[in-house]
Every structure is written in structure tokens, then in C-alpha cells.
């Protein structure tokens, strides 16, 4: 069946430009997270979304972060008026429910010039 | 604050030997390990996971090896094979909420 997929692969903007990056889960995983990944660091986790409950937004860096799914599946993190210091890996993971194996997508390389 | 540390950026190992990748956290409240591998260009996958309440979980030629009162985490490859060369991460959870991941490893096996 088909993993994870983000969308674009690639993105490279304007300091000061808003960015939208796409997250399609695995068809029927509750859970969703996403991370990034800036150069010479770990994986940082961000926001992570269950079911319907409320999302764990307790990662997200700064107020110009924000990210929401919609019906339960596909997820859009948003980063408004993108800073130099945005540049870097975004991974987006789904699983069945919290405690399972998570399934990571390609990631999106963000770069903020 | 990085709670889970791989002190180890790189690793070489001839083929055939075995690999030691090591994981310190400092969290005594994390109850579940993962290690995750990556190679360039894609995400990180699964590879192996274990349990507080267990200290050893082995898998084919890939081991997971947990002692609570160090704190540390290690992953055993053997024998080792040149596709094995990756980023290894390993990752801490309390209840699978957030994960938190360390810096990574980067594997590279010798033919």
C-alpha cells in the first residue's frame, strides 16, 4: 500500500514568504506527527495530531507555525513570514495510534533564503 | 535541552563485524525505545524498538539492548553489510506521546 507522502519535495522561498507544506498519512493511521530536522541536529518534534482530540501543538517554535488535518487525514503545516532560521528538513509521520510503529514520508527541504 | 544524545556522529565497521550504535537519554521517565534508520533523500524507518520493561529485543541480525539504571540504549548490527550504511537514530517516548530523537549516526559499512 502507498506510505506517507509529503508534498513538495523541495521548497525554497523569500525570507518573509508564507509556506504551506502537504502531508498525506497512510489511509486509516489516527495519528500523525511532524517533525524537522535542521542541520546537525535531531529530529524535533513539532505537532502531533490523534483522532479528534485537540493536537499537541507543544512543540511548534514560534507563533508563525501553525498546522491543522482536515477530516481526519491529510495535514498542512503552515509557517508564516519564514525566517532563515526555518531552513530545514520537515518530516511528517503517521501511525495507527500513539504507541505504534510511525511511518515517515520523504520530507519536505524548506529553504528560506 | 537534548534528552536523548548519540555522542557518536559517525561510526566505520569493516563487513562482517559488528556494529555498536549508542543512545544516552536522561529522562527516567521514558518507557519505549525505537531506533529508526535513514538514508539520504528519505524519510527514517522503523527498525527495532523496545520496552522499559524489557532489556534486550532482538530481531533478525539487529539487537536493541536497554539499561534503565545507565540510561542507555544500544543497537548491535552482526554481521554487518555495506547496505546497512545509513543514519541511525534512535528516539524516547513516555506513552508514546512525544518522541523525542537523538542527533543520529552515521553507519558506513566497509566492503
Known amino acids: 500500500g502507498a506510505g506517507v507522502s509529503q508534498s513538495p519535495?523541495?521548497?525554497?522561498?523569500?525570507?518573509?514568504k508564507d509556506v504551506e507544506l502537504r502531508c498525506d498519512p497512510?489511509?486509516?493511521?489516527?495519528?500523525?506527527?511532524?517533525?524537522?530536522?535542521?542541520l546537525g541536529q535531531g529530529l524535533e518534534f513539532l505537532i502531533y495530531f490523534q483522532g479528534n482530540s485537540a493536537p499537541d501543538k507543544s512543540g511548534l517554535p514560534s507563533d508563525r507555525f501553525s498546522a491543522e488535518r482536515t477530516g481526519g487525514s491529510v495535514s498542512t503545516l503552515t509557517i508564516q513570514r519564514t525566517q532563515q532560521e526555518d531552513?530545514?528538513?520537515y518530516l511528517c509521520a503517521s501511525s495507527h495510534d500513539m504507541r505504534n510503529t510511525q511511518y515517515f514520508g520523504p520530507g519536505t527541504r524548506l529553504t528560506v533564503l | 535541552d537534548q534528552q536523548v544524545k548519540q555522542n557518536?556522529?559517525?561510526?566505520?565497521?569493516?563487513?562482517?563485524?559488528?556494529?555498536?550504535?549508542?543512545?544516552?537519554y536522561t529522562n527516567s521517565m521514558f518507557d519505549y525505545f525505537l531506533w529508526y534508520k535513514k538514508y539520504p533523500a528519505e524519510g527514517p524507518t522503523f527498525l527495532i524498538s523496545i520496552s522499559s520493561?524489557?532489556?534486550?529485543?532482538?530481531?533478525?541480525r539487529f539487537t536493541v539492548f536497554l539499561n534503565k539504571s545507565a540510561k542507555?540504549?544500544?543497537l548491535h548490527i552482526v554481521p554487518?553489510?555495506?547496505?546497512?550504511?545509513?543514519?541511525?537514530?534512535?528516539?524516547?517516548?513516555i506513552t508514546g506521546n512525544q518522541f523525542y530523537f537523538g542527533t543520529g549516526t552515521s553507519l558506513t559499512v566497509i566492503p
Open chain 2, 8 to 24: 557518536s556522529p559517525s561510526l566505520s565497521v569493516q563487513e562482517g563485524r559488528i556494529s555498536i550504535l549508542n543512545c544516552d
Open chain 1, 87 to 89: 531552513s530545514a528538513v
Open chain 2, 80 to 93: 554487518s553489510q555495506p547496505g546497512d550504511s545509513a543514519v541511525y537514530f534512535c528516539a524516547a517516548s
Open chain 1, 9 to 16: 519535495s523541495n521548497k525554497v522561498t523569500e525570507k518573509g
Open chain 1, 26 to 38: 497512510i489511509s486509516g493511521h489516527t495519528a500523525l506527527y511532524w517533525y524537522r530536522q535542521s
Open chain 2, 72 to 74: 542507555h540504549l544500544s
Open chain 2, 53 to 60: 520493561i524489557k532489556d534486550k529485543n532482538e530481531d533478525g
